[in-house]
């Protein structure tokens, strides 16, 4: 089913900023393979403008085969974990039928800047930036904290199940990289010690988090990769090398350092994680965006899609044998 | 080969377009271009480093695997011993190997590319 969204918009305004309420603004903003994130705002009667953010499906969602959630699964994660004080753009409507705009959420516009790069070096987040990876942490200490919402219904994953999902596509790719092939080896044999599975956000990295130069963290974003999993999942994700955006000097999203990141999730109420620990998941990371860096190749190379950026992602997989290559070295 | 042009001039001449229309394209095009003018960057430096760094990985998974072979005959073979666990990251010269490899393939694919071994400052 094609959906105009332009078209669709003016009537979801009226629902939302009620009688005589007009569409005053509306911009594509990014558009996946499966996801499309618009900006728009509403005036009202009174000239009360809303400024809002509209994500929906673009493409038939399998909730048996695909590891996102379904966008009310998102909407009830966003309201859960900010019952416990985690800061997510707050929900403002889920679509259904009468909107006409297939599966799609609305949540509040939270101000900021999402660049990853400009995140790490922009002058305007120098005075912040020191304050970040605490933050991380106890953002992520809120996160895994909260109760799975009865609406989400998640999948479960520990190191050894991701890695075994993870090698299997890489075995299915026909690639041969001697690094990968090393890195699952070595993390099968030093696999960390299995600890209680809690909800995870499952893609906490600098790239989706709003960071304002003031208050530093002030939305995590995209909830679609969240799962239940091992905490040190997520504290591992956001100190991969691939989100430091040319700072590997500061492992925390190119911000900060890892002690900070551990005393922020511990002082919030997380269960301590050790370095060592942690290190494990960030090279599983590693090793997991080697492997998607091949599929996203791949879905180019089988026709499944077009687009010149899919080829050349796969040109990124040395980035990550290269880190790990680095972390084997040093004993992760 | 052949000059007046050379193959790398071929490819600068793309990429000097691409980056004198980028301006007028919308905001997703004007990203696929830049990613355009990065492909033909990695075609380039394929052009310029890949024979002699093809070469230097002969070299050293002759040395690791103690006889001689193509690439692709080697790299495989490396491959299966990794994952039948007759090599692993305490086998002498492993990781030295594979490092000047990757390290090798990364100056193709992203040479500004700030990688883990960069951590220390």
Not at chain 1, 205 to 211: D, V
Request: charged share 25%.
């Amino acid at each position: 089913m094609t959906v105009d969204v332009l078209a669709a918009l003016p009537k979801l305004a009226q629902r939302l900023g009620g009688e005589g309420a007009v569409l005053a603004a509306a911009e594509r903003l990014s558009g996946g393979a499966s996801m499309e994130t618009w900006a728009f705002a509403v005036e009202t009667l009174k000239g009360e403008r809303r400024d809002l953010i509209l994500r929906r499906r673009s493409a038939p969602f399998d909730p048996d085969t695909s590891r996102s959630v379904s966008l009310a699964a998102e909407a009830a994660l966003i309201e859960a974990v900010r019952a416990r004080g985690a800061p997510a753009a707050p929900l403002v409507h889920l679509c259904d039928a009468q909107d006409g705009l297939g599966e799609a959420h609305v949540t509040a516009r939270v101000s900021g800047e999402t660049l990853g790069r400009k995140i790490v070096s922009d002058p305007r987040f120098e005075a912040v930036r020191p304050k970040l990876a605490r933050q991380c942490g106890e953002i992520l200490a809120q996160i895994h904290a909260t109760p799975v919402p009865d609406a989400a219904v998640l999948k479960s994953a520990d190191f050894l199940g991701e890695l075994a999902r993870y090698e299997e596509i890489y075995r299915a790719s026909g690639a041969e990289r001697p690094v990968l092939e090393l890195a699952f080896q070595h993390l099968k044999k030093h696999a960390p010690e299995p600890a209680p599975l809690t909800l995870l956000h499952g893609d906490f990295r600098n790239g989706n988090l709003m960071i304002d130069p003031q208050i530093g963290v002030a939305a995590v974003l995209d909830w679609e990769l969240s799962h239940i999993g091992d905490p040190a999942e997520d504290l591992g994700w956001i100190c991969v090398n691939s989100w430091r955006f040319g700072r590997p000097d500061r492992p925390v999203g190119g911000f900060g350092d890892y002690a900070d990141l551990l005393a922020g999730y511990e002082a919030a109420g997380g269960r301590p994680v050790t370095l060592s620990r942690l290190r494990a998941w960030q090279a599983l990371g590693s090793l997991k965006w080697g492997v998607m860096c091949l599929m996203m190749y791949q879905s180019w190379a089988g026709g499944l899609e077009a687009s010149v950026e899919r080829p050349m992602i796969g040109r990124r997989v040395s980035e990550t044998e290269v880190d790990l290559v680095f972390l084997l070295e040093a004993g992760l | 080969m052949i000059t007046h042009p050379r193959a790398e001039e071929l490819t600068e001449a793309v990429s000097r377009w691409i980056d004198a229309v980028r301006p007028s394209l919308d905001p997703r095009n004007a990203f696929l271009a830049r990613v355009a003018a990065n492909i033909l960057g990695v075609v380039a430096r394929q052009q310029q480093l890949g024979p002699a760094a093809e070469a230097a990985a002969v070299e050293r998974f002759t040395v690791l695997l103690d006889h001689r072979g193509d690439y692709a005959g080697l790299n495989s073979e490396l491959c299966d011993r990794l994952r039948a666990g007759d090599m692993d990251v305490t086998t002498p010269g492993l990781i030295a190997t594979l490092k000047a490899n990757v390290l090798d393939q990364l100056a193709i694919d992203q040479p500004n590319y700030r990688h883990e071994g960069l951590a220390q400052p």
